[in-house]
C-alpha cells in the first residue's frame, strides 16, 4: 500500500494498525521515502539467529523454517521485488474493509479520494456511454465496483480492481453469488488524479493487456488528454493520443465519442 506523508501524518494510528498485513510505503511528491512494517516473531529469529540466507531480496531465516505460504505464486512469474498479501488474506481484508483497496499482482493499493475534476469527468462520460449503449447488450457500469481479473485466464494470478468505468455485456451470467463481476469488460476507463498516474500508466495498462480486456481509455482532465489502447491476443494492437478540446471516439464502439475539455 502507498499514502503520502501528509496521510500518515493525519492518521497514523490506522496506518499502524494496517501495517500488521501489508508493509505501508510513505511517499512524498510521488516518490516513496520510507516503508513502514509490523515487527513480528520471526523478526525475532532472524535477529538472533546465526544462520540467515537472502529469500527475494530480504534476510529470512532457513527454508525449514519459513512461511512460503503468505508468498503468491504470481512472484515467480512476474518477478515481483515484493509480495505484500496473498490473495486469500486480500479477499478477507476486503470483505471488512470500510477503505476501498485494488489487489493486483500481489500488491494492496489503497485508492484515495477523487477530486472534482475526476468525478466531472467520471459523471459526464458514464451519461455519454450510457445514451450510447441504450438498446445494445451492453451497460457500462461506474465505481466502487470490484471487478476481478485473472492474467491470461489463469486463476492462480488473480487481481481485483476498481476501474472508474467499464463497459460490460456478460455480467448477468458472470457474477458470482457475493455479487462480484467475474466477467471480462470489453472496455475499461481510469481518469487520472494527482498521485495515481503511474499505477493507470504502467501498473493497470499492462495488468488490462494481459486480462483479454479489448479497449482502455486513460484520461486526464486536468490537461484535456485521453490516450485509447486497443487490445488483441494480449497484446497492443492499436493506441491513439487525443489532446485539448479534440473529441476522441472508441475504437471498438464507432460513434462512442466524448470531448474532455466541455
Sequence with gaps: MKVTSTDIKNAFGKYLRLCSTEPVYITKNGVVIAKLLNHTFEDEIIEHSGNLRKVYGVDAIEQKDYDYDRVSEATYAYNLSRVKMTFEEFDKMNEEASNRYEFI???VYMLGSPNIFHQRVVSRLHIEMD????????????????????RRGNEKFT???????????DWRIDTNEKGRYTGIPRLLVEVLSPGNTEKEMFTKLDLYRDSGIEEYWVIDPQRGNVIIYRFENYGILETKVFSGDSECESLIYPGLTFRVLE
Design 105 to 107: 499482482d500481489g500488491e
Design 131 to 150: 445514451r450510447y449503449l441504450t438498446g445494445k447488450p451492453c451497460d457500462v457500469f461506474e465505481s466502487p465496483f470490484d471487478v476481478t481479473l485473472y
Design 159 to 169: 487481481n481485483i480492481v476498481q476501474p472508474d468505468l467499464l463497459i460490460a455485456c
